[in-house]
């Protein structure tokens, strides 16, 4: 069965890093595009970013554009989201998520930053 895991969550302070990991397994991971989407308190869940089963097409949202960094290993099976100058505003549970004939979600990991 499809499966995803998240971890590297965590609290930061504003201006700080962290790196998020999604293992993936139960499909063909490297012909399937990845996405990272995340949910703050009280909003909708809100699409981060997407990259290419070949890691060669990539968008972000533009509130992490310039900040954030996604990438896979397709021989590790996982996506990452490099996450740098974090600020309070990016304080939410992230998920990961791939879209085979439905949406697949993990279990999502939080991210809190603040002073």
């Known amino acids: 069965q499809v499966q995803l895991v998240e971890s590297g969550g965590g609290l930061v302070q504003p201006g700080g890093s962290l790196r998020l990991s999604c293992a993936a397994s139960g499909f063909t991971f490297s012909s399937k595009f990845m996405r990272w989407y995340r949910q703050a308190p009280g909003k909708e869940r809100e699409l981060v970013a997407v990259?290419?089963?070949?890691?060669?097409?990539?968008n972000y949202a533009d509130s992490v554009k310039g900040r954030f960094t996604i990438s896979r290993d397709n021989a590790k099976n996982t996506v990452y989201l490099q996450m740098d100058s974090l600020q309070p505003e990016d304080t939410a549970v992230y998920y990961c998520n791939v879209r085979l004939l439905r949406d697949y979600w993990g279990q999502g990991t939080q991210v809190t930053v603040s002073p």
């Open positions: 990259i290419s089963n070949l890691g060669d097409n990539i």
